[in-house]
T-cell receptor
Framework: DAKTTQPPSMDCAEGRAANLPCNHS???????VYWYRQIHSQGPQYIIH???NNETNEMASLIITEDRKSSTLILPHATLRDTAVYYC???????????FGQGTILTVHP | KAGVTQTPRYLIKTRGQQVTLSCSPI?????VSWYQQTPGQGLQFLFE???????NKGNFPGRFSGRQFSNSRSEMNVSTLELGDSALYLC?????????????FGQGTRLTVV
């Protein structure tokens, strides 16, 4: 299974941008990069995904490097409700299967 | 649009018993996947169903099984429960059923085996 590397934890001040990095050096050429987050005891929430180009939606922006070996999730104005475990999935996907790593615990503080 | 619904939310079973968990996907979604989440192993893929057929399977023993009905609702069954089966079981549905598509998760069923 593909392996992604994320920092175990990060802190961010409320109102500031949160930039969460992820390395996925074994991603295949046709595999997308996905980001999910999980707030304690709830199911993972889809955030964004992309293949090569940078993507933006109402929740976040996704920046993928040209060689596709790493990506950054950007939450432009973090709030306390953004405190969660953020999972990057970069490879190891197949029908219905997402390969989750350990994720990054993001703590947003006042 | 209603999200993915899992029932029951909480369940306590005795070792050796069997259990059935239910998942109703988002309306129109034909792909349903199941995951097990434990503190030690994290989120692990169990299996995926699409149009009533199991299309993908993770590395779990045969005690874990599932099925999907014609309305896309899915059930998973665990027989001969072990203490280690205590976990949060999550179901996710996907609309397009292709490999590279976003999935939407339910709130999960918390299973405790005593």
């Amino acid at each position: 299974d593909a392996k992604t590397t994320q920092p175990p934890s990060m802190d961010c001040a409320e109102g500031r941008a949160a930039n969460l990095p992820c390395n996925h050096s074994t991603i295949s050429g046709n595999e997308y990069v996905y980001w999910y987050r999980q707030i304690h005891s709830q199911g993972p929430q889809y955030i964004i995904h992309g293949l090569k180009n940078n993507e933006t939606n109402e929740m976040a922006s996704l920046i993928i490097t040209e060689d596709r070996k790493s990506s950054t999730l950007i939450l432009p104005h973090a709030t306390l409700r953004d405190t969660a475990v953020y999972y990057c999935i970069g490879g190891g996907t197949s029908y219905g299967k997402l390969t989750f790593g350990q994720g990054t615990i993001l703590t947003v503080h006042p | 649009k209603a999200g993915v619904t899992q029932t029951p939310r909480y369940l306590i079973k005795t070792r050796g018993q069997q259990v059935t968990l239910s998942c109703s996907p988002i309306s129109g979604h034909r792909s349903v996947s199941w995951y097990q989440q434990t503190p030690g192993q994290g989120l692990q893929f169990l299996f995926e169903y699409f149009s009533e057929t199991q299309r993908n399977k993770g590395n779990f023993p045969g005690r874990f099984s599932g099925r999907q009905f014609s309305n896309s609702r899915s059930e998973m069954n665990v027989s001969t429960l072990e203490l280690g089966d205590s976990a949060l079981y999550l179901c996710a549905s996907s609309g397009r059923g292709t490999m590279n598509t976003e999935a939407f998760f339910g709130q999960g069923t918390r299973l405790t085996v005593v």
